[in-house]
């Protein structure tokens, strides 16, 4: 064999490894999704079966039982509501820290990175009993709050290290002009800056999407997100598992096709920028 | 600009932020010292050390301090090295290498409640799981996976959903490594498992130690997976901290020992990455 078919054919073996690996990984996503298309004795059919007539009956009993709409809802408005919120408040920080570093930045970035270091469940009883004396159990303004406070450190984390990389010239430029500070907010370092902002928003959607310890603990009914919708399908009250696929599915799908499209940028959020 | 418009700019932030943890921590600590049984109200009284007596010597505690631990490290091990692993193998193009990119990554975005329950069901069912179906076609009984091995259970899901997270990032690092010196060092004779293990796995070292710190912020606090799962069972077999005391203040309405229980969790968790980032600090910055 020449040095170049040896080549190519460890690049073939590498790729068939790799794809190996990457199938059975995904498998129990595909899985879950061809069994929201099964009924319900298709789906605990022993061999599996790949092959059948799908069906769309089990979504609409997602929706009838657990009205589905009503928790995609509660999920959107908490998500995209705290990152809203959360991004109001950490642009004017992370402003302030990056253009304009004192002494203690550094300390208090720190200090704020420290803040998600706490374990969640060392603060469940305040949180819950405060909750519920502010009557704000099972709401959705009391998940935001929480979601806000949950993220806000990696939020500033993130925005701080876009906004250090920007141009201190542009901005220099502006300030000769007589550009108030709002001004070069609003009219310089939030232009610029877009990319940064949306991916470090997409991270901190993803992050509430997905959240599920204070979800689970301070929702009921009412304020419950999908995350918490789903562990009702838990209960053992028989073998639905075409209809709990179909749930999880329907769960999953937004923040999945949501993830492929902005991996990169994620990560590099997720990492503080320590990994480019 | 003047100094009280920075602050300014950044006092809600630290205000909020300074908020959210005092207020909540001084009452776990406040909590921690009285009788605070939601069942037996207006009986408040201090109590001294009583409360983190009883968390200490629940039967639960040592089982569910040995379980956060082994499931830390067992996740931590395995995402990392199958993550250096994966990723130095789906480095180099091949053919659909985008495709297998983005199925690796997917386990990622999948929320921890779900995965509990694919897990549960479809894959580790002891009759009609996947798992069931493969080793009863290969003539071997099929295993209750959530009764037989429901820490390992929970490890297996746990891990699933890391290893993606590993992976990307240290795909990402991969990209940024020096081309040139490793064709130089292939040139002077090195074999792939000498470029791998004296200059790979060197410039992954600040990628691992990134990972290694934002996993266990996440994994001392699993949750999900287990009260989905196997409920903390059989027995406190699969009982980590957070579910402990989560059963001790939502389930068992006592409020003292629960907040006993959350300042153990939260010395834990200092303890961890006290520890975590010396080694880290130390074996891999150099």
Known sequence: MTLNQQRKLKTFITGLFSWLIALVLFFPIFWMFITSFKTELQAIAIPPTLFFEPTLDNFAVVQERSNYLHHAMNSVITSFGSTLIALIIAVPAAYSMAFFPGKKTKDILLWMLSTKMLPAVGVLVPIYILSRDFGLLDSRTGLVIIFTLMNLPIIIWMLFSYFKDLPKEILEA???DGATPWDEIVKVVLPLSVGGIAS???????????????????????AAPLTAMIASYSSPEGLFWAKLS???TLACAPIVVFGWFCQKQLVQGLTFGAVK | ????????????????LLVWMIVPLSMTIYFSTI???LLYPGQNNFVGWMNFEFFITDPGFIPAVSNTLILLLSVLIVTVVLGVALSALIDKPFFGQNIVRVLL???????????ALIWKNMMMNPVYGIFAWISQSLGFEPIDWLSDFPLGSVIMMVSWQWLPFAVLVFVTALQSQDTEQKEAAQMDGATGWHIFRYLTIPHL??????????????????FAEIFVSTGGGPGYDSTNLAYLIYNQALLQYDVGVASAGGLFAVLLANIVAFFLIRAVGKNLTV
Do not use: D, H, Q, Y
Not at chain 1, 200 to 213: K, Y
Not at chain 2, 108 to 115: C, E, Y
Not at chain 2, 205 to 222: G, H, S
């Open chain 2, 105 to 115: 990554i997917s386990p990622f975005f999948i929320m921890p409640t779900v995965n």
């Open chain 2, 1 to 16: 600009m003047k100094r009280s418009i920075t602050r300014l700019l950044m006092a809600p932030s630290v205000i909020l």
């Open chain 2, 35 to 37: 009788r605070f049984n």
């Open chain 2, 205 to 222: 070292a600040r990628p691992i130690a990134v990972v290694i710190m934002i996993e266990t912020i996440f994994l001392l606090a699993v």
């Open chain 1, 246 to 248: 179909a749930a999880s």
């Open chain 1, 174 to 176: 502006a300030r000769m």
């Open chain 1, 200 to 222: 470090t928003g997409l991270l901190s959607i993803v992050l509430c999407w997905n959240e599920a310890f204070w979800s689970l603990n301070l929702t009921a009914s009412e």
